[in-house]
Nanobody, 124 residues
Framework: QVQLVESGGGLVEAGGSLRLSCAAS????????MGWFRQAPGREREFVAA???????YYADSVKGRFTISRDNSKNTGYLQMNSLKPEDTAVYYC??????????????????WGQGTQVTVSS
């Protein structure tokens, strides 16, 4: 079993930055794809970014150029650096991990392990 704990969320003004962390425990996730998803009130959970074990990254068009996903396998931790935040980025952000196939990297249902979520609120 893998446990994931997110941290780093909070309230920030538009244009500001936040760095989310996702600490894994229970087993190493160095061979897993790590992903970030978000869910705003009344909306479905949506893909934000993912990084495969080899380092290949994927981003939603809405965050490309503003967000950066990374991982530190020595710490069994993933990160999401969020810059130039906009009010529409407001959501609960979840990290996920799984040995996901390439075809399903963007699909929430492909990930078995999830964190509890961290709230990100961007004020205008």
């Amino acid at each position: 079993q893998v446990q994931l704990v997110e941290s780093g969320g909070g309230l920030v003004e538009a244009g500001g930055s936040l760095r989310l962390s996702c600490a894994a425990s229970g087993r190493t996730v160095s061979t897993y794809t790590m992903g970030w998803f978000r869910q705003a009130p009344g909306r479905e959970r949506e893909f934000v970014a993912a990084i495969r074990a080899g380092g290949t990254t994927y981003y939603a068009d809405s965050v490309k150029g503003r967000f950066t996903i990374s991982r530190d396998n020595s710490k069994n931790t993933g990160y999401l650096q969020m810059n130039s935040l906009k009010p529409e980025d407001t959501a609960v952000y979840y990290c996920a991990a799984d040995p996901v196939s390439l075809a399903r990297v963007l699909t929430a249902s492909a990930y078995d392990y999830w964190g509890q979520g961290t709230q990100v609120t961007v004020s205008s």
